[in-house]
């Protein structure tokens, strides 16, 4: 079985930075793809950034030059880097992945819990 959990939410004054981390755990053969995503208060849930296995990564234009995904194969996880945040960053943050299990031939797609992210003064 493979979890997904994610660390590093709290509350954070404007203009502040925090790191997210989401680390894959279980019988994996491989992790094809992981995403961030977040849900605003009242909202629906929305891409965030993305990074391949091949190290390409992609962001909504809101995260644009403010936040960083990068990846540590080794440790099987993912991080979100936000600097300058905003309040209207606030949000449930969601690590997403496309993992291919040892007992499966094709990739499943897996969520984690969230971390909750307010950023407040």
Known sequence: QVQ???SGGGLVQPAGSLRLSCTASGSIRS??????YRQPP???????ALITRGGTTNYADSAKGRFA??????KSTVYLQMNSLKPED??????????TPTSYSKSRNYWGQGTQVTVSS
């Open 4 to 6: 997904l959990v994610e």
């Open 31 to 36: 992790i094809n793809s992981m995403r961030w």
């Open 42 to 48: 009242g909202k629906q849930r929305e891409l965030v």
């Open 69 to 74: 995904i990068s990846g540590d194969a080794s």
């Open 90 to 99: 606030t949000a449930v943050y969601y690590c997403n992945a496309d993992i």
